[in-house]
């Protein structure tokens, strides 16, 4: 799954909780128990999702939640013993997604993680898809322009090797079959032809990648087919 998931939380106990309850289900987690040093964490290790007590040492969660917001949408879920119902609009009123009351049950907090993961990534996905000008390290795609620049070179492409690369770029991670792609880009079924794409992507390789033979754009998932940089 390789989802980070920071937890800001001052009990030891209840992080060594949550902790067990995540990595078990494949996250990976950050811990950090004080407030004041949760935005240098939080703005190092870029997580997924934040897991956030309210009251914290040195500056409280509110506070913290307020300043991740200033800079990123991550989703947050506050934690706190506190059941008033004010005090669940104020958390929700500065950015948080979710409020859970401890005590708490693990496949509860779990399965609101996964919902907020599963709703973030959709919403990144949509995002992609909507944009215009896709940018990667060393590699931007300008959709409407039709141009692509690749270590600060201009890269001339027909318009099948740039209609086959705006498509896996726009979805990156996914694993396309060579059959999936004869489809969307050529617009009718393969019939077995795999040769087409496979040419198109060596020809794409040669012309975008610094080294063809050790791709870092488009990579090869054995036995599967291709999928462009998570």
């Not at 008033?84 to 708490?104: C, H, M, Q, R, S």
């Not at 993680?113 to 896709?134: G, K, P």
């Not at 079959?177 to 040419?199: I, N, P």
Request: net charge negative; aromatic share 8%.
């Amino acid at each position: 799954m390789d989802k980070k998931i920071l937890i800001i939380e001052d009990d030891p106990e209840i992080r060594n909780f949550i902790k067990l309850y995540l990595t078990k289900d494949g996250y990976q987690v950050i811990e950090v128990e004080r407030g004041d040093s949760a935005l240098e964490v939080f703005k190092r290790e870029n997580p997924d999702l934040v897991i956030l007590d309210i009251l914290l040492p040195g500056i409280d969660g509110i506070e913290v939640c307020r300043e991740i917001r200033k800079i990123s949408i991550v989703p947050i879920i506050f934690l706190s013993n506190k059941i008033d119902e004010t005090d669940k609009i104020i958390g929700l009123t500065v950015g948080a997604d979710d409020y859970i009351t401890k005590p708490f049950s693990p496949r509860e907090l779990t399965a609101r993680v996964r919902t907020h993961l599963r709703r973030q990534m959709y919403y990144d996905q949509r995002l992609q898809e909507n944009e215009s000008i896709l940018k990667f390290d060393n590699l931007t795609i300008d959709i409407e322009r039709h141009r692509v620049t690749a270590y600060d070179r201009d890269i001339e492409l027909s318009a099948k090797e740039f209609s086959l690369l705006t498509h896996m770029a726009k979805h990156p991670g996914k694993i396309f079959t060579v059959e999936e792609l004869f489809e969307r880009v050529w617009g009718e079924f393969s019939f077995g032809d795999t040769r087409t794409v496979m040419v198109h992507i060596s020809s794409l390789r040669k012309k975008i990648e610094r080294d063809p033979s050790h791709p870092e754009f488009i990579l090869t998932v054995r036995g599967a087919g291709y999928k462009f940089i998570d």
